[in-house]
């Protein structure tokens, strides 16, 4: 089935790094859009980066640019995020998401989600 396992949260000072990873199985994951969203608390969801199925393209929130980097590996099914130069506004729990489509069908798959806190 369908599985898409984020991991590499935790709790990090102020200006430190984490790098977060997302392991996909279950579809095809070289054909897929790849994005991580956040959801702080009381705050809706919001697109953080994004990256092409073959991850010549990228995109950022305005909030990360500069800041995070977006990678994947196709062979590895796996997509990462590197987020350096943490902020406190940065605490959020991390969602990473699949797009595309299998023939006719568009399909839109999420993970569980990892705790990212940032203290000041």
């Known amino acids: 089935q369908v599985q898409l396992v984020e991991s590499g949260g935790g709790l990090v000072q102020s200006g430190g790094s984490l790098r977060l990873s997302c392991a996909a199985s279950?579809?095809?994951?070289?054909?897929?859009?790849m994005t991580w969203y956040r959801q702080a608390p009381g705050k809706e969801r919001e697109l953080v980066a994004t990256?092409?199925?073959?991850?010549?393209?990228?995109n950022y929130a305005d909030s990360v640019k500069g800041r995070f980097a977006i990678s994947r590996i196709n062979a590895a099914n796996t997509v990462y995020l590197q987020m350096n130069s943490l902020k406190p506004e940065d605490t959020a729990v991390y969602y990473c998401?699949?797009?595309?489509?299998?023939?006719?069908?568009?399909?839109?798959?999420w993970g569980q989600g990892t705790q990212v806190t940032v203290s000041s």
């Open positions: 998401n699949a797009r595309g489509h299998s023939g006719v069908r568009v399909y839109d798959y």
């Open positions: 279950g579809f095809t994951f070289s054909s897929s859009a």
């Open positions: 990256i092409s199925s073959t991850g010549g393209s990228t």
